[in-house]
């Protein structure tokens, strides 16, 4: 069984900035990349490419 210790929560919150922006650029790639237009879509530029094209 493993003791979770006073030590072991101060090393955990040195680490929650870290993996906050490790999170959201791991979000943000993923939706970059499958192209997710259920989401993209509401995205501020990004959105551009799902709207209709009027020639």
């Not at 040195?14 to 879509?41: C, E, R």
């Not at 501020?44 to 020639?55: D, G, H, W």
Request: charged share 20%; proline share 5%; no cysteine.
């Amino acid at each position: 069984m493993v003791k979770i210790g006073k030590r072991h929560l101060e090393l955990a919150t040195k680490w929650i900035p870290s993996a906050t922006i490790y999170g959201a650029f791991s979000s943000s790639a993923l939706l970059y990349f499958t192209d997710w237009k259920a989401v993209l879509q509401y995205m501020p530029f990004y959105n551009e490419q799902f709207k209709p094209r009027e020639y």
